[in-house]
């Protein structure tokens, strides 16, 4: 495929399509979501709004760095703090399906939706792949139809248009596409990064203390394993408690498990076989979050499990 003329024609559709109107889109740092704002821009300038919501359930500095990579090639991206719709939307919630739903709720009806209704604008951009679509077909997905999403009636709220100039690429195509686009390789090469954040990390109730218990797992986990080259690697922070002992003091403490896979589209998975160094390094700084006093690696592939917990 030629992926410059893609970009002309898509960016030319785009100009066509929304003529003198608005659009807006929202950023998610993830590489479809980025694609489809460094497109829109290139093709809509000022016309499109870019939202980035701050969700509580980042990892840590996440937003701060999303913003910087905008801003740096001349996108501006608008923060949007939304951290206590969804904290308190979470609240009480151990069911995982309940609090996925619950992430996917606040974020299309109650944030974005608003924002959707009051920026006037009338083209929504989206960044849908061909994977999303022939997975939504299979019944691998959730039917994923954003203006139902953002409690909009398409037929009853008439104007109202969805853009999705990636629905025929797949994720490599994507990833070629970002490159042309000069995205940066920490947008380009991201390891997966799952929609409801760090929320499908943890393990029973969402909270603050405990999101910033797998927060700075994750950040251990991520530096020490961003060398492995592998498809995927993540902190979770299991719901149960363990007996250890610290400071000559017995202690009731959390456990982190971590994960590390080997794939090509997260389909299937296998554990990467981590040198044993590596995993004492892991213990010995994730044992040393308070509060913490094991650390798991987890030996399943998929399937049996998943790659997320949640
Ligand atoms: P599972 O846990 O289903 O994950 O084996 C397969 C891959 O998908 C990612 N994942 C998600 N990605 N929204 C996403 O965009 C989600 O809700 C979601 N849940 C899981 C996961 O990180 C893995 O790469």
Redesign the pocket.
């Known amino acids: 495929m030629d992926y410059e003329a893609f970009i002309r024609e898509q960016v030319d559709e785009l100009r066509r399509t929304v003529g003198d109107q608005t659009a807006i889109n929202a950023l ?1 740092g ?1 590489v479809d979501s980025s694609v489809v704002t460094a497109l829109g821009h290139q093709a809509l300038g000022r016309q499109l709004k870019t939202v980035f919501v701050d969700n509580a359930l980042m990892r840590e500095g996440e937003p701060q760095r999303v913003l910087k990579t905008f801003s740096d090639m001349g996108i501006p991206v608008e923060l949007v703090e939304a951290r206590r719709d969804f904290l308190s939307a979470l609240k009480g919630l151990t069911d995982p399906e309940q609090k ?1 739903q619950a992430v ?1 709720d606040t974020f299309y009806k109650t944030v974005f939706g608003k924002l959707v209704r009051q920026s006037g604008a009338r083209f929504l951009l989206h960044g849908t792949i061909l994977t999303d679509i022939e997975e939504t077909v299979a019944g691998i997905k959730r039917q994923h139809n954003i203006l139902a999403q953002v409690g909009i009636d398409p037929e009853k709220a008439y104007g109202y248009h969805v853009l999705e100039p990636l629905k025929g690429l797949r994720k490599d195509g994507v990833r070629e596409v970002a490159q042309l686009l000069r995205l940066p390789a920490e947008v380009t090469r991201r ?6 954040a760090l929320a ?1 990390r943890i393990v029973g109730e969402v909270t603050e203390e405990r999101l910033a218990t797998v927060r700075a797992a994750t950040a251990i986990v991520e530096e020490e394993l961003a060398g492995t080259g592998a ?2 690697y ?1 902190a979770v922070l299991l719901n149960d408690y363990a007996t250890g002992i610290r400071n000559n003091k017995r202690e009731f403490g959390q456990i982190i498990v971590v994960r590390c896979i080997e ?1 090509t589209d ?2 299937t ?1 296998d554990v990467t076989e981590l040198p044993w160094s590596t995993l004492h390094r892991l213990s010995e700084r994730i044992t040393g979050i308070p509060g913490v006093n094991r650390c798991l690696y987890d030996l399943t592939p ?1 399937p049996p ?5 949640v």
């Open positions: 998610s993830g996925r996917t390891i997966p990064f799952p929609g409801p499908a498809f995927q993540l794939s997260a389909r998975a998929k499990a998943t790659v997320e917990y």
